[in-house]
Every structure is written in structure tokens, then in C-alpha cells.
């Protein structure tokens, strides 16, 4: 990687050091040090414009590789929506098999019927509930 550093006066009325590359990102801490050192830094803040060159551009190699990951991640993630659709399927027919059985189990309740005894003049209302169940087929 090659970076071109120019440091400008903080009023960018003027440049105060010449371009230099720097090798790599790291170089940046060794040009604050130089820099420091030989007391530029003196009573002015500093800016530093950093230009990297641009990045070279891929090859047709780089670009089916990167298209066979892309395809293999598109892969795995239709495999997943697939086995999800699977789990929403299964828990459809669930719920409609829990549906009809309620509606049998309604049907059963609404077939049963309340008998009780008529109460005696005297006595107290029967605590006592029987059910009887009638089947209406």
C-alpha cells in the first residue's frame, strides 16, 4: 500500500512539509514522532490528508470466486426458508386437527343435558348436579 501524507498548517494557509509515502498505516505513528522531534508541532495544530491509491481491480478469477460464495450463501439460505416453510406447514395442520378436535369436543358438551330432580316444596334446592349424556346421531 502506498499513502501520500501532506501536513497542512491548521489555517491551510500554507504547507509545512513536503509529501512523503509511508510504507504502511503504522508509518503514520512514526511521522507524528519525526515530526515531534523536529518541533513542528510547535503552537499550531495539524491536519493530516491521507490519499491511499485506489484498490487494484478484481480479476475474472476474484469474480467467480466471489460469485460461488455468493451463490453458496444463497444456497443455505433457500435451504433454511425451505425447512421453515416445512415446520410452517407441519404446525398448519396442527392447529387445523386441534380446531376439529374442539369442534367435536363442543359438539359432545353441547350434547349433554342438565337433569335435575324438581325440588320439593320444603326442602332446599338440590346441591347435587347429574349429568346425563345423549348421544342425538
Same mark, same amino acid.
Not at 330432580?117 to 346425563?132: E, F, G, I, T
Given at each position: @500500500? +502506498? #499513502?501520500?501524507?501532506?501536513?497542512? &498548517? =491548521?489555517?491551510? =494557509?500554507?504547507?509545512?512539509? /513536503? ?7 503504522? &508509518? ?14 510547535? *503552537? $499550531? ?5 491521507? /490519499?491511499? #491509491? ?6 475474472? #478469477?476474484?469474480?467467480? %470466486? ?13 435451504? *433454511?426458508? +425451505?425447512?421453515?416453510? /416445512? ?9 387445523? =386437527?386441534? /380446531?376439529?378436535? @374442539?369442534? +367435536? %369436543? $363442543? $359438539?359432545? %358438551?353441547?350434547?349433554? *343435558? ?6 320439593? &316444596? ?13 348421544? +342425538?346421531?
Amino acid at each position: @500500500m +502506498h #499513502t501520500s501524507v501532506e501536513i497542512l &498548517s =491548521s489555517d491551510n =494557509s500554507q504547507t509545512i512539509f /513536503e509529501i512523503f509515502s509511508l510504507k504502511n498505516a503504522l &508509518s503514520l505513528d512514526f511521522a507524528f514522532i519525526w515530526l515531534s522531534r523536529k518541533k513542528l508541532f510547535k *503552537k $499550531q495544530q495539524f491536519y493530516i490528508q491521507q /490519499e491511499t #491509491t485506489p484498490p487494484p481491480q478484481p480479476t475474472i #478469477t476474484s469474480l467467480i %470466486l466471489e460469485n460461488r460464495l455468493q451463490a453458496a450463501t444463497i444456497h443455505r439460505q433457500d435451504e *433454511k426458508i +425451505h425447512r421453515q416453510d /416445512e415446520k410452517i406447514h407441519l404446525l398448519t395442520a396442527t392447529v387445523r =386437527s386441534l /380446531e376439529d378436535q @374442539m369442534k +367435536h %369436543l $363442543q $359438539q359432545q %358438551l353441547d350434547n349433554l *343435558k342438565v337433569v335435575q330432580p324438581a325440588p320439593p &316444596s320444603s326442602s332446599p334446592p338440590p346441591r347435587d348436579v347429574r349429568y346425563q349424556y345423549t348421544d +342425538h346421531r
